[in-house]
Antibody, heavy 117, light 107 residues
Framework: QVQLQESGPGLVKPSETLSVTCNVS????????WSWIRQSPGKGLEWIGY???????HHNPSLRSRVTMSVDPSENQFTLNLRSVTAADTAIYYC???????????WGQGTLVAVSS | DIQMTQSPSSLSASVGDRVTITCQAS??????LNWYQQRPGKPPKLLIY???ILGTGVPSRFSGSGSGTEFSLTISSLQPEDFARYFC?????????FGPGTTVDMK
């Protein structure tokens, strides 16, 4: 049974980089595609991007290339970095398994990241 | 981007009621439509994928239909654990987008 658990900073200052890591258990990160999705009261659910262990990735153009994603098979985890954050990036960040290029079937509990000075 | 809209934004219903939520896409997304349920304080949970296929462990009182730009989620007999928020999501074209959600609360 796949389990995902995010770990994040809780609070990030404007213009800095937000970094959230997802620890995966029950399956190898090398077997699937993984995504990041965030949820804020103002913007609802927003897909951030996906990544495969090979390095293949794609992100939402709305984030204007502020996004970097990586996979670490040795630690069975993957990471999201979002640069130059503003208050608009305040949200709950979820790591999610993207099954068969079709649906998001396993979600972490989410980590709330607030952007504030 | 493909815009997803849902109606109603919220509804009140009673246990045992039949409930239908609709989702509209701004362009033809064929059958590339999923539904999720989110309870307060929890992450979304996959309910239905590819318009009408139930996710693992999802009760048969949930069903989905539609194609193109118009889709619906039906709960045939509402149960206490079904009071939640429901989202549709398209994956026909990137970026993947979600509807704003429909809250089902107790009448």
């Amino acid at each position: 049974q796949v389990q995902l658990q995010e770990s994040g900073p809780g609070l990030v200052k404007p213009s800095e980089t937000l970094s959230v890591t997802c620890n995966v258990s029950g399956v190898s990160v090398s077997r699937y595609f993984w995504s990041w999705i965030r949820q804020s009261p103002g913007k609802g659910l927003e897909w951030i991007g996906y990544i495969y262990h090979s390095g293949t990735s794609h992100h939402n153009p709305s984030l204007r290339s502020r996004v970097t994603m990586s996979v670490d098979p040795s630690e069975n985890q993957f990471t999201l970095n979002l640069r130059s954050v503003t208050a608009a990036d305040t949200a709950i960040y979820y790591c999610v398994r993207w099954m068969s290029g079709t649906y998001f079937d396993s979600w972490g509990q989410g980590t709330l990241v607030a952007v504030s000075s | 981007d493909i815009q997803m809209t849902q109606s109603p934004s919220s509804l009140s219903a009673s246990v045992g009621d039949r409930v239908t939520i609709t989702c509209q896409a701004s362009q033809d997304i064929k059958k590339y439509l999923n539904w999720y349920q989110q309870r307060p304080g929890k992450p979304p949970k996959l309910l239905i994928y590819d318009v009408s296929i139930l996710g693992t462990g999802v009760p048969s009182r949930f069903s989905g239909s539609g194609s193109g730009t118009e889709f619906s989620l039906t709960i045939s007999s509402l149960q206490p654990e079904d009071f939640a928020r429901y989202f549709c999501q398209q994956y026909d074209d990137g970026p993947f987008t979600f509807g704003p959600g429909t809250t089902v609360d107790m009448k």
